[in-house]
């Protein structure tokens, strides 16, 4: 990791999901769903396209064990995981949305 790098954390997703879903931080209990939150499988898909513009990293979701049926704070941490393993995006590649 460089300096100029952030690690990606639960707290950078709660604050995606926050201020991109308008789910409040109090919904985000360890047993609700991503379902239970709003978040279906067209749901999922945006919180991925702004998890990826916001850390300019590029995700791969074939290999995500992420549904709309999985708990938040299971997939808060294999979204953290995967971004902490992804490769970074170029300026030119970026996916914004």
Known sequence: MTTSEVAFTEEALMNIVVE????????????????ELGLDS??????LVAVEARTHKEISTLDLPISPQTPYH????????????????GAGDMVTG
């Open 20 to 35: 991109e879903f308008e789910i409040s931080a109090d919904q985000l209990t360890e047993g609700a769903t991503l379902e």
């Open 74 to 89: 299971e997939a808060a941490r294999v979204l953290t995981r995967a971004v902490a393993q992804a490769p970074a995006v």
């Open 42 to 47: 067209l749901g999922l898909l945006e919180l």
